[in-house]
């Protein structure tokens, strides 16, 4: 530490404060009692006795100390002289540890602010002494600073999403609105022209009901906390069956799924929180897939863990962008088309559902040919 009491000087203090009770001592007995010690100390520790002296012919009193007294009474004074003096060097050492404490914590926490209010590095601000305090702030601040980027651009994004969702609620609502009021207006329009513009408002009402859906999916990633409720589920019959409700919109794009997994592989999990992640990314593929492609999905074990892979052909996935697709409000097109609009939240709640079975997620894109991947542990 800076600034150190040197010992020469402490040896000083200790003395003076020994020098300074002594004193006090001495004024106490002597003025304040009055010579009470004197009294007290030739009444136990002076013997006086009558003699004759024969060359003068008179009676002398003579004093002499008793001695075997005298001796454990300055043993006493003196193991008390000692002790008084410990006493003393122990207090005086730990009023002046406590100032150092507090001075050093005080120089750290201003070392702290400084460094975490500006860009100095840690090795220019801390002394040689704070080494491995420096090392961890410098390790601390370049993750805080990480994670208040990562947050920023999930703010911006979130923003983003958000002002593009309002502005596209507008046009299916002003669409559905204009064909409504022609509708009411002209009472005697023929019925195919009448059939059909039900039909452009009805699907105009369904695309404003799906960006609503985004703006709930938004509010209810924030407010709700995701827990599982595990128990063994028919992987093989999930899959199916999620195929199965998929069949329209599968129809629509002109895709098919191939599913290859034994009928017998099971997992341990949450099976709604499982289907969720399934409905997410078959959703995904179908949204990026070409017209008329198989999407294929493998389920396999092994003695340690459970894969699962949804494979589908389209665009290739630029790297940049493959590694950002599992976070949140992070979308691959940005022009947010009809087929593939979203929250950008699907993938990202996808991993944070498999993180939580304790299993992980991952995606390729080569060769126009995209693959996640999803390793459950086996229980």
């Known amino acids: 530490m800076k600034n150190k009491l040197p010992k020469s000087v402490a040896v000083i203090v200790v003395l003076a404060a020994g020098m300074c009770i002594s004193l006090f001592l001495y004024y106490l007995i002597d003025v304040v009692f009055n010579g009470f010690f004197v009294d007290w100390f030739t009444d136990r520790f002076i013997q006086t006795w009558d003699s004759y002296d024969p060359v003068t012919g008179t009676t002398v009193i003579r004093t002499e100390p008793i001695w075997h007294k005298l001796k454990y009474l300055i043993l006493g004074v003196f193991i008390f002289t000692i002790l008084l003096l410990v006493l003393t060097a122990s207090i005086t050492s730990f009023v002046y540890a406590r100032l150092q404490v507090r001075k050093s914590i005080t120089k750290t926490r201003t070392l702290l602010h400084e460094f975490?209010?500006?860009?100095?590095?840690?090795?220019?601000l801390f002394p040689p002494e704070y080494a491995e305090i420096s090392a961890q702030m410098t390790e601390l601040k370049s993750a805080m600073q990480k994670n208040e980027q990562i947050l920023k651009e999930e703010t911006s994004r979130k923003n983003d999403l958000i002002t593009y969702l309002a502005h596209d609620l507008k046009t299916p609502l002003t669409s559905v609105i204009g064909y409504l009021s022609l509708l009411d207006e002209a009472k005697d329009m023929p019925?195919?022209?009448?059939?059909?513009?039900?039909?452009?408002?009805?699907?105009?009402?369904?695309?404003?009901?799906?960006?609503?859906?985004?703006?709930?999916?938004?509010?209810?990633?924030?407010?709700?906390?995701?827990?599982?409720?595990?128990?063994?589920?028919?992987?093989?019959?999930m899959l199916v069956q999620m195929t199965d409700e998929f069949y329209p919109l599968l129809a629509a794009h002109g895709n098919t799924v191939r599913l290859c997994a034994e009928e017998s592989l099971t997992v341990c999990g949450d099976p709604d929180k499982l289907a969720r992640v399934f409905h997410n990314i078959l959703k995904n593929a179908i949204a990026y897939s070409y017209p008329d492609t198989a999407i294929d999905i493998r389920a396999e074990q092994t003695n340690t863990e459970i894969s699962i892979s949804f494979i589908n052909r389209g665009r290739t996935i630029p790297e940049h962008k493959l590694h950002s697709v599992f976070e949140k409000f992070f979308r691959l097109d940005e022009a947010r088309t009809a087929n593939t609009g979203g929250a950008g939240l699907g993938l990202a709640i996808a991993r944070e559902i498999v993180t939580l079975h304790g299993g992980s997620i991952s995606a390729e894109s080569k060769n126009e040919r995209t693959t996640f991947w999803i390793l459950l542990p086996v229980s």
């Open 116 to 124: 975490m209010r500006t860009e100095t590095d840690a090795y220019d």
């Open 191 to 237: 019925d195919p022209q009448r059939i059909k513009y039900v039909s452009i408002a009805l699907d105009k009402a369904r695309r404003l009901e799906l960006l609503i859906q985004e703006f709930f999916e938004i509010t209810r990633y924030n407010l709700q906390q995701i827990v599982l409720e595990k128990e063994t589920v028919d992987l093989y019959y």
